[in-house]
């Protein structure tokens, strides 16, 4: 049977060529299908991600966050699950543009929120930048944070919500463990930012050694230009960090075994959620965002705060040198948590989520979320099963 229905294919596929060599050149024109757009993808994208299941939550929109308007996403296959805040690095680096390539699984298990912060991607598209420059600030941003908490857990019934801090985001969320605990089932640090001096410092020799080791003359030339580096407090500008950025990556130590990282960030041009002005603004607000914040950030140092009152949990990419994996796992060794634990991720650096999304999204389903099963934030069945 498998022989004859492949001969059926192939005598349809045969009398297909005949009759458009039959019809000549100019049949074939005026069937030929229109070209394929940007758009054509996006809408492509959106139908695979639609949510359906009756349960199931899919919004988009811009809430009111400390007088500005600043935009989320609120996707997951059943509402009883329990809710996770995605706090995106940077500064200004807006996630939910690119989550679609590896958010959906997670969904199953997650109400996912994508939050655009003040200066980043829809948020900055949405607001005049002399309007959100008095919250720019670490302060700030962790108060807006607080006010997106409280909104998700007043609309969606929730008395807790897990936060997952990525890169600049784990700053946002250390801080929200440390101040809001009794908000959150867990923080959960992902390219966690401890000690952002000596991360820097620890990058910067890595890629260095990297570099010297192949006879780079390029980047050596370059990287000695920065020494001493980072430099006293003050000296860590953007473009100082941008040079040091360039030859991390280059050496794998944002994406392993990638020179870049722009097979990923392409995925942001067919990202149903972003209008091409709102694509054309990320570049924009990181930039924003930069300008604000770097001063503070570069004197981020956590080693003052070792005892949490909400569990914690480290996800941390073994090859990350942009915000350094061994500065994280020391500063990790020292807390005490009423739960604690941390996964080490071998084949990945800083964007581990992308890098081996199974790994990642075991470790959220496995060992996190039994917190929120734990105390009766999931759907019905889970807890009858209990």
Sequence with gaps: ???????????????????????????????????FSRDDARAIVAGSRRIVSPHGIDELRAIDVNGIRQWISVRGNDRRNPVLLYLHGGPGAAEMVESYVYQRPWEDFFTVVQWDQRGAGKTYAANAPDAMAPGMTIDGIVRDAEVVLRHLMETYGKRKVFVLGHSWGSVVGVELARRRPEWLHAYIGAGQIADMRTSEGQGYDWALAQARAEGNAKAVRELEALAPYPGAPGQ??????????????????????????????????LSPDYSDA?????????LYSLTHLLPQLESVDFGRYTRFDTPMFLFNGLHDYSTSHRVAADWFATITAPTKRAFAF???????????????????????????????????AELDSE
């Excluded at 498998?2 to 024109?29: D, E, K, M, N, Y």
Aim: charged share 20%; aromatic share 8%.
């Design 1 to 35: 049977m498998r022989f004859q229905g492949f001969a059926c294919i192939a005598l349809i596929t045969l009398s297909a060529v005949a009759s458009a060599r039959a019809a000549g050149p100019a049949a074939a024109a005026a069937t030929s299908p229109p070209a």
């Design 236 to 269: 860590l500008t953007i473009e100082r960090i941008g040079t040091q950025r360039t030859w991390v990556m280059h050496y794998g130590g944002l994406a392993w075994g990638r020179r870049d990282f722009t097979a990923f960030d392409r995925a942001r041009k």
């Design 278 to 286: 709102e694509l054309a603004a990320i570049d924009r607000g990181s």
């Design 346 to 380: 071998e084949d990945s650096a800083h964007m581990m989520m992308q890098e081996q999304p199974g790994r990642f999204l075991m470790h959220l389903v496995n060992d996190v979320r039994p917190l929120a099963v734990a105390a009766g934030d999931a759907p019905p």
